[in-house]
């Protein structure tokens, strides 16, 4: 199908395949999916693969793009040649959705503010997943071998070198999120000034494992790691576990000096929510001068008609958006009003 290049509304009951084109969509940009733990769960039963394949227009040329998954793995394919490192396909399609659970972001626990982090910085920084994913590699090793010098069978001759690469990731990857936290709150700052009609002051602030701050070189934080490690190796064993690194840090939002997680009211807490998807949509502008994709899946009936209205105002006319829902009799709205409508009904999409 070829789609608006504006506003496209998926009409649709429930378990009809609304949220399966959309969540298609987010995988052809990130290669994996926002709701299923393992690639193999996007497989259908008893089926061999699963293949999403799309043409994205820019800058007047057409880029193909295609994921092939595997039960034993995936291969990702941009202009028809297979890319060897997910840092070298992510990029073209930049996305961001905003579903139901993105709700939760400011009072969910810190895994899902981390994994904002890495999704959205990734798509800006290409290069950030790559010493994302060799930390997550070196950590997962690390574990391993803390347990194994737990139970006294093996010496900590190796953990010192898994710690010295780890570190190397972990600096890294600590100094790019300090940078992307800055261009976060300049961005979500005024927006959520604007929603909140100037009455609140929203804060970020990053909670960081070591004693670092965003002023540091990567020398220094390399330093604050060592020392750390240095300092609790015989707790680390004892708990079989590493307890310093970018896996252990978090995001903490302010309303007027106060925490929203633990003092917000629920429409405090959405604000704060609706002001970190509209920021990521100005900063992948900023950062790349193009707006990506905006993914609504289902979450305009979760907003009150005044934050439904600031975000549809927010995304009128420049960007392309994919809305899913169940009818949209109780949205009064001119970019609805104007969009491109589709009906799904058993996987299969029709305009209307």
């Given at each position: 199908m070829s789609f608006d290049n504006k506003v496209n509304v998926i009409i649709g009951e429930n378990a009809q395949g609304k949220t399966n084109l959309l969540e298609s969509i987010y995988v052809l940009a990130f290669t994996k999916s926002y709701r299923a733990q393992h690639d193999r769960e996007l497989i259908y039963w008893n089926e061999e693969f699963a293949k999403i394949s799309g043409h994205i227009s820019k800058d007047e040329r057409t880029t193909p793009l295609e994921i092939i998954f595997h039960k034993n793995g995936k291969k990702a394919k941009k202009n028809k040649i297979e890319q060897k490192k997910l840092s070298e396909y992510i990029g073209d399609l930049n996305v961001v959705m905003f579903a139901p659970e993105d709700l939760s972001l400011v009072k969910g626990s810190p895994q899902v503010r981390?994994?904002?982090?890495?999704?959205?910085?990734?798509?800006?920084?290409?290069?950030?997943?790559?010493?994302?994913?060799?930390f997550q590699k070196i950590l997962k090793h690390r574990n391993q071998l803390l347990k194994q010098i737990q139970m006294q069978k093996q010496d900590e001759t190796i953990l010192n070198i898994y710690t010295e690469q780890l570190i190397d990731h972990a600096a890294i990857i600590l100094q790019k999120r300090y940078q992307f936290l800055k261009w976060l709150s300049d961005a979500a700052i005024p927006i959520h000034a604007n929603i909140s009609r100037h009455l609140e002051t929203l804060k970020i602030e990053y909670e960081c494992s070591i004693q670092a701050t965003d002023s540091m070189s990567i020398d220094d934080i390399k330093s604050e790691y060592t020392k750390a490690f240095d300092h609790n190796l015989k707790n680390e064993?004892?708990?079989?576990?590493?307890?310093?690194?970018?896996?252990?840090?978090?995001?903490?939002?302010?309303?007027?000096?106060?925490?929203?997680?633990?003092?917000?009211?629920?429409?405090q807490q959405r604000t704060t929510a609706l002001s970190l998807k509209l920021a990521e949509i100005d900063l992948i502008y900023q950062q790349t001068n193009q707006y990506p994709i905006l993914l609504?899946?289902?979450?305009?009936?979760?907003?009150?008609?005044f934050r439904q209205s600031h975000l549809?105002?927010?995304i009128q006319g420049k960007v392309q958006t994919f809305v899913s829902t169940t009818n949209i009799e109780g949205i009064h709205h001119e970019t609805i009003e104007k969009a491109a409508l589709y009906q799904i009904e058993n996987g299969e999409i029709i305009n209307r």
């Open positions: 981390r994994r904002f982090i890495d999704m959205e910085l990734g798509q800006i920084e290409p290069v950030y997943l790559y010493h994302l994913a060799e064993i004892r708990r079989g576990t590493t307890l310093y690194g970018p896996h252990r840090d978090d995001l903490s939002f302010f309303i007027n000096d106060r925490n929203v997680k633990l003092y917000g009211s629920q429409g609504l899946d289902d979450v305009l009936s979760e907003l009150d008609d549809l105002d927010s």
